[in-house]
């Protein structure tokens, strides 16, 4: 019995749906090599922007601890100035300025001025003129920065470094 020879493919002569426009499959291998490497290529770029993405950190740090208020003809003598912002009273009294924190040391209010010095509006801690503890629930007394005059004629404070109280910097 003779046997016909088995084809490999799709039987034109017998497949009705049968394109003579179909890719030859060298060209179809071709393509889909090249969408391989293509969508290997995506994602190596897709995975390398997410790790990028993953260690950059996300996190804000606050203020800065350094920071310009200005030149010293803007506090005249007799200034007790809050600046809110930065939370600090500025205080010029002559030649003489300082910075002294307006974060309450019991729980972190912000303190604001009152006749006799600063007062807490949280729990009724209140400080004298230098910040020293006077009443209420306040541990400790307000902390004093360091002030110094930039070479361009600012005044800059640093809450990166405390002083002792009374350190006040001539300007
Ligand atoms: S936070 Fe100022 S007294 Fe409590």
Redesign the pocket.
């Known amino acids: 019995m003779e046997t016909q020879p088995r084809r490999k493919g799709p039987d034109v002569t017998t497949n009705p749906h049968a394109h003579s426009a179909e890719p030859e499959p060298q060209q179809r291998r071709s393509f889909l090599a090249w969408l391989s490497s293509f969508g290997l290529f995506g994602s190596a770029v897709l995975s390398a922007f997410s790790n990028f993405v993953f260690i950059k950190p996300r996190a804000t740090y606050g203020a800065p601890s350094r920071f310009n208020i200005g030149k010293p003809e803007d506090f005249p003598s007799g200034t007790r100035m809050a600046l809110e912002t930065h939370r600090i009273c500025v205080v010029r009294e002559g030649p003489k300025m300082a910075a002294i924190s307006t974060t309450?040391?019991?729980?972190?209010?912000i303190?604001g001025l009152s006749e006799t010095g600063f007062a807490?509006?949280?729990?009724?801690?209140r400080f004298d003129q230098d910040g020293n503890v006077t009443g209420?629930?306040?541990p400790e007394a307000l902390s004093w920065y360091k002030v110094t005059l930039k070479p361009n004629g600012e005044v800059e404070v640093d809450k990166g470094i405390e002083v002792k109280p009374g350190s006040y910097f001539d300007v």
Not at 104 to 109: D, N, P
Not at 120 to 125: A, I, K, V
């Open positions: 309450c040391t019991h729980l972190g209010c303190v807490c509006p949280c729990h009724g801690s209420g629930p306040a």
